[in-house]
């Protein structure tokens, strides 16, 4: 079956700009999480959905930073008032159920974001 | 929170080489997974292993959840090894994942 993906794969803006990512998880999977990778790094945890509603939100680096999944599918994160240090891939993932001890995530191919 | 720790951080070994990576880490957990991080940046699931061994071709995986580490073992390399390996924990802090360093593998041919 599919996998998870992303849109665009390449993101190009300027500093200030608004720009929005898309994730389109494996379908029937109820969890939704989206992680940043910066350069010669590990990924690190943003945001975390269950269904609709964000479970948990502590990963998001300040209120600039939004994400939404209206229907417990696809998901937007959103970034207002680009920043360069909000450059790196922007990567989502998905998992059946979003249980702790026993889910394993699926990760789509990343979205890479440049803010010139 | 927690802390993942790899080694080593890069490691270039001759095709057929074996190699052991090793991810430490700072606290109990209840889901351990490695990655593979392929040259296009795309994170492909090697083992989900909170415990004991598993085995998949060539790639073999052991966490000792009471020691608090996990090994990857890669035999016979290929130069397709080639990429970054990640370690990534789940613990009770909630359903994220915390990544290691992650270990810099070049296989030449």
């Known amino acids: 079956g599919a996998g998870v993906s992303q849109t665009p794969s390449n993101k190009v803006t300027e500093k200030g700009k608004y720009v929005e990512l898309r994730c389109d998880p494996i379908?029937?999977?109820?969890?939704l999480y989206w992680y940043r990778q910066s350069l010669g790094q590990g990924p690190e945890f943003l945001i975390y959905?269950?269904?609709?509603?964000?479970?948990?939100d502590s990963g998001l680096p300040n209120d600039r930073f939004f994400a939404v999944r209206p229907e417990g599918s696809v998901s937007t994160l959103k970034i207002q008032r680009t920043e360069r240090g909000d450059s790196a891939v922007y990567l989502c993932a998905s998992s059946p159920t979003g249980a702790r001890y026993t889910d394993t995530q699926y990760f789509g191919p990343g979205t890479r974001l440049t803010v010139l | 929170g927690i802390q993942v720790e790899q080694s080593p951080p890069d490691l270039i070994l001759q095709e057929g080489a074996n190699s052991t990576l090793r991810c430490n880490f700072s606290?109990?957990?209840?889901?351990l997974q490695w990655f593979h991080q392929n040259p296009w940046g795309q994170l492909i699931n090697l083992f989900y292993?909170?415990?004991g061994t598993k085995q998949n071709g060539r790639l073999s995986a052991t966490t000792v959840a009471t020691e608090r580490y996990s090994l990857l073992y890669i035999s016979s390399s290929q130069t397709t090894d080639s990429g970054v390996y990640f370690c990534?924990?789940?613990?009770?802090?909630?359903?994220?994942?915390?990544f290691g360093g992650g270990t810099r593998l070049m296989v030449k041919p």
């Open positions: 292993i909170p415990s």
């Open positions: 606290d109990s957990v209840n889901n």
């Open positions: 379908s029937g999977h109820t969890a």
């Open positions: 990534a924990v789940h613990n009770n802090a909630g359903n994220m994942l915390t």
């Open positions: 959905f269950q269904g609709t509603g964000a479970a948990d």
